[in-house]
């Protein structure tokens, strides 16, 4: 029992071992996009490729000069469709509007109406009258099970910006069946749509661009056709928000960026109320924040894109702690940037210039980037979770192979003497027979294992392997 108790000790400070995750270096899946350049490098804020999941399968989104091309992937290639026409503003969402079991395209001011899984047919949107303003959000505000739709209405009038959002109702026949506005003397920016407090409902928030006091505005759905508004001072945000559960107490937190869009800042949300921003990192200017489980472990991670130089633009993530802090700003992968031509709904289009999705079914989330000034469309594939231990092992090309294995592996590169431990999930170390540089765990169950080496400089390291 001694034993075992000492060896279920080492487990768990193997366990505390220092882990860091790991992207391979980016990888081009769509070059030669066409877009136009301007002077000094400068692109147009509106191209973009989207991932969207169309009919269930992958697809890329490519908007170059409002002109969308639709690419699917498969086989690990991505596959050209061709040319599906012309949309104006924005991609807004992929989802089945009208109930045919097609996907279909929401855009700015039309829609994409899914024909067959390759051809789609314009049709204005709503199907029976004109929004007032452009379509920016697509979510079931009054939990019918029908997808409403959220619109922003800018106009410009005695010198000065007024806006107004509306949330439309739709019908079963996308007609619409009521609305409720919300206005604004000030611009508004940034408006995103959660369940924030997690009651089925959906509430939205966005910025309210005021001089010298600006603020961030949630509106808490009650279910009942109306809303609780809170208002939130905010240092002067450039629009982007985020949400989800940083502190694992049930309901979802808000993350925005702070003044001209540097650093990341949290809101607690504390049983429905917020708490003022708190610094999470400091940063340059961001123009994409993401929030995903990245390395497995039930908490969720930042992923963002800033303008960390002049030249470029560079993905980043912080991991979880579980508890509302992170870790350490980690490098995932960097693309060529000079700058944009910017619009009144410039945050809309670059919250997709990073995107989030495990597109090689590996059980790792990877990060999509647009590298418009490269013509191209990347991914930065996620690796996952690597030991310090094991980097330093593959740094030093120590390979245990084939991994998995039905129980005979391998160990190549390694010094002799040395010794080596093999130890379960229990912390239980097991008796192994090797030979040199040979393993045989036959005898053992099936399961995840880690193996201790020890090498002859007593520098000991922990590969984890598999027995099939």
């Known amino acids: 029992m001694k034993q075992l108790l000492l060896n279920t000790a080492f487990f768990f400070l193997f366990l505390q071992t220092n882990y860091s995750q790991e992207f391979a270096n980016k990888r081009v899946l769509i070059n030669d996009l066409g877009a136009s350049i301007g002077n000094n490098d400068i692109q147009n804020v509106?191209?973009?490729?989207?991932?969207?999941?169309?009919?269930?399968?992958?697809?890329?989104?490519?908007?170059?000069?409002?002109?969308?091309?639709?690419?699917?992937?498969?086989?690990?290639?991505?596959?050209?469709?061709?040319?599906?026409?012309?949309?104006?503003?924005?991609?807004?969402?992929?989802?089945?509007?009208?109930?045919?079991?097609?996907?279909?395209?929401?855009?700015?001011?039309?829609?994409?109406?899914?024909?067959?899984?390759?051809?789609?047919?314009?049709?204005?949107?709503?199907?029976?009258?004109?929004?007032?303003?452009r379509i920016y959000r697509?979510?079931?505000?009054?939990?019918?099970?029908?997808?409403?739709?959220?619109?922003?209405?800018?106009?410009?009038?005695?010198?000065?910006?007024?806006?107004?959002?509306?949330?439309?109702?739709?019908?079963?026949?996308?007609?619409?069946?009521?609305?409720?506005?919300?206005?604004?003397?000030?611009?508004?920016?940034?408006?995103?749509?959660?369940?924030?407090?997690?009651?089925?409902?959906?509430?939205?928030?966005?910025?309210?661009?005021?001089?010298?006091?600006?603020?961030?505005?949630?509106?808490?759905?009650?279910?009942?056709?109306?809303?609780?508004?809170?208002?939130?001072?905010?240092?002067?945000?450039?629009?982007?928000?985020?949400?989800?559960?940083?502190?694992n107490d049930g309901d979802l937190d808000i993350i925005i960026t702070g003044f001209n869009g540097n650093d990341l800042n949290v809101l607690v949300n504390e049983s429905g109320s917020f708490s003022n921003a708190q610094k999470i990192v400091d940063t340059g200017r961001i123009f994409s924040i993401k929030t995903a489980d990245m390395n497995n472990d039930l908490n969720p991670d930042l992923i963002y894109l800033e303008n960390e130089s002049f030249d470029s633009l560079k993905a980043s993530i912080l991991i979880s702690n579980g508890d509302g802090t992170f870790g350490a700003p980690k490098t995932v992968g960097k693309v060529q940037f000079e700058g944009v031509s910017f619009t009144n709904s410039f945050e809309q289009a670059a919250e997709d210039w990073l995107t989030i999705y495990d597109y090689n079914e590996d059980g790792n989330l990877d990060v999509f980037v647009n590298a418009i000034l490269e013509q191209s469309f990347v991914v930065f594939e996620n690796r996952g979770v690597i030991s310090s231990a094991k980097q330093e092992l593959l740094d030093k090309k120590i390979e245990v192979y084939p991994n998995p294995s039905s129980g005979q592996f391998v160990i190549n590169n390694i010094e002799l003497p040395s010794a080596v431990t093999l130890i379960d999930m229990n912390g239980y170390v097991h008796p192994i027979r090797s030979d040199n540089n040979r393993l045989d765990i036959s005898n053992l169950n099936a399961g995840l294992y880690f193996l201790r080496i020890k090498s002859k400089d007593n520098e000991i390291h922990n590969i984890k392997i598999v027995k099939k």
């Open 138 to 247: 697509a979510a079931d505000y009054n939990n019918d099970g029908i997808v409403d739709i959220l619109s922003r209405d800018l106009t410009f009038s005695g010198g000065a910006f007024t806006e107004t959002i509306h949330v439309y109702y739709l019908n079963d026949d996308q007609s619409i069946q009521s609305n409720d506005s919300f206005f604004s003397s000030s611009e508004l920016k940034g408006a995103q749509a959660f369940d924030l407090n997690q009651d089925g409902l959906t509430d939205f928030a966005y910025i309210q661009d005021i001089f010298g006091g600006n603020r961030l505005i949630i509106q808490m759905n009650n279910g009942n056709g109306s809303y609780t508004e809170q208002d939130i001072s905010v240092s002067n945000p450039e629009s982007l928000i985020s949400a989800n559960d940083v502190d």
């Open 46 to 133: 509106e191209d973009v490729v989207y991932a969207k999941v169309l009919n269930g399968q992958l697809h890329f989104l490519a908007h170059i000069d409002e002109v969308l091309t639709l690419y699917k992937f498969e086989n690990d290639q991505v596959i050209e469709i061709g040319n599906i026409g012309e949309l104006s503003g924005f991609v807004v969402d992929a989802f089945d509007h009208d109930g045919d079991n097609l996907s279909d395209i929401l855009g700015h001011f039309q829609i994409k109406l899914g024909v067959s899984e390759t051809e789609f047919a314009d049709q204005s949107n709503p199907a029976t009258a004109p929004l007032e303003g």
